[in-house]
């Protein structure tokens, strides 16, 4: 990244325009994209990663009728904040595209197990666990292009709203919140024994 320039100064005095003069200028280019730069636009779409997984929790509820708890919730956040920290960790010490790897690796790993358990079926977690991995690596091919992140973005975002738009197309919102509501109401009758009397 070094750019180097030779000058020859001349002078209007015939001597000095006869040996002349050669001045060798260093030139050093810096990067406009260094690591920080790099880090920084990745916070600024950390907002948007814990919404996308946190809507995607929410469609594996309305569409699975799988109950997912706030606390498991916050703990699928938490993971997500930190796998920033470990980005700017590694990449203190290593150079940035390994260290989104390996803080990526780290964080895929992790969930990938947790959301075993908290759906209840390995398909399901291997889905989700594929979806984020896709979003980290959209993630990092909008870090890397300086031109055209603010379209790459856009399009993400346009596609993420259109496939949310078309997984609830069929959801009747309102009748949803009602079933939801009597499903997991008790029941007001009290059991009665084999021979109708009741406990």
């Not at 666990?129 to 980290?136: C, K």
């Not at 909008?142 to 078309?166: R, V």
């Not at 069929?170 to 009290?190: A, G, M, R, V």
């Amino acid at each position: 990244n070094n750019v180097y320039a030779e000058a020859v100064a001349t002078s209007s005095d015939s001597a000095d325009a006869d040996c002349g003069s050669n001045l060798s200028i260093g030139v050093h280019l810096i990067d406009p994209v260094d690591q920080y730069t790099l880090l920084n636009r990745a916070t600024k779409y950390g907002l948007l990663f814990i919404i996308v997984t946190f809507a995607g929790f929410f469609l594996f509820e309305i569409l699975k009728q799988l109950r997912i708890h706030p606390i498991q919730y916050i703990l699928v956040g938490l993971s997500l904040v930190l796998f920033f920290l470990l980005l700017l960790s590694f990449s203190e010490h290593l150079p940035f595209k390994w260290a989104y790897v390996l803080a990526t690796l780290a964080n895929i790993t992790v969930l990938s197990t947790y959301l075993y358990y908290v759906l209840k079926n390995i398909v399901r977690a291997l889905g989700f666990s594929t979806t984020l991995i896709a979003l980290y690596g959209a993630l990092f091919v909008l870090l890397q292009s300086e031109d055209y992140a603010l379209l790459l973005g856009s399009l993400l975002l346009f596609g993420l709203l259109s496939l949310l738009m078309l997984l609830t197309r069929k959801i009747d919102w309102y009748n949803l919140e009602l079933s939801t509501e009597e499903k997991h109401k008790i029941p007001n009758n009290p059991t009665k024994t084999p021979n109708n009397m009741p406990i």
